[in-house]
């Protein structure tokens, strides 16, 4: 299984950047997953690393050290609407060769004016 | 493309009523379905993981005879919750994955499940 941590809350100003990290401990990573959810919806999914490195996409940014277990969601140009909560899942490889995502607890992230 | 349809997305209910909500795959085929409950400020915890046509593989804790899990076609999976009682309401969401590659999951909008 996984140990994933993310930090609880983040407050940011709009227009600022703002990173999120998540770490983990896994056995047989098989790729990490950042996900984005607004209260009282499901979860929209944001970006997929599987190697080490930067993946970017528009505002936002996921990286990736696999020999540190690290992982870092990167905002820019914060708005307002960016107000909810992302989850890091890490996925392994499970008994039997399926590949099962775990997901850590969220960090809620909060920007104000 | 990749979207997730799951119904009912509110339900209220007497305890010891069964509840069944639906999860369809609208424009892929779903490989595997996965069904999390969450509560409030709390991470999604996975309940079980099933594959089309066989039966689902529950995580430890979760109670097969509580929670039915039905993977019948490549887009449709069900989770019934029998007998709920004021302990089952909670915020279940299923997602869909086709193959076992570098897929991502795409999510239901959820069920918000209120037993009285």
């Known amino acids: 299984g996984q140990n994933i941590d993310q930090p609880t809350e983040m407050t940011a100003t709009e227009g600022a950047i703002v990173q999120i990290n998540c770490t983990y401990q896994?056995?047989?990573?098989?790729?990490l997953f950042w996900y984005q959810q607004h209260a009282g919806e499901a979860p929209t999914f944001l970006s997929y690393?599987?190697?080490?490195g930067l993946e970017e996409k528009g505002r936002f940014s996921s990286f990736l050290s696999r020999s540190k277990g690290y992982s870092y969601l990167l905002l820019k140009e914060l708005q307002m609407k960016d107000s909810a909560s992302y989850l890091c899942?890490?996925?392994?490889?499970?008994?039997?060769?399926?590949?099962?995502?775990?997901f850590g607890r969220g960090t809620s992230l909060i920007v104000h004016p | 493309g990749a979207v997730v349809s799951q119904h009912p997305s509110w339900v209220i209910c007497k305890s010891g009523t069964s509840v069944k909500i639906e999860c369809r795959s609208l424009?892929?085929?779903?490989?595997?379905m996965f069904w999390y409950r969450q509560f409030p400020k709390q991470s999604l915890m996975l309940m079980a993981t099933?594959?089309?046509?066989?039966?689902?593989?529950?995580e430890q804790g979760v109670e097969k005879d509580k929670f039915l899990i039905n993977h019948a076609s490549l887009t449709l999976s069900t989770l019934t919750v029998t007998s709920a009682h004021p302990e089952d309401s909670s915020f279940y969401i299923c997602s869909a994955r086709t193959g076992l590659g570098n897929q991502p999951q795409h999510f239901g909008d959820g069920t918000r499940l209120s037993i009285l």
């Open positions: 424009d892929f085929q779903a490989t595997t």
């Open positions: 899942a890490v996925r392994d490889q499970a008994s039997g060769g399926s590949y099962i995502p775990t």
């Open positions: 896994t056995s047989g990573f098989n790729g």
């Open positions: 099933s594959n089309e046509g066989s039966k689902a593989t529950y």
């Open positions: 690393n599987v190697l080490d």
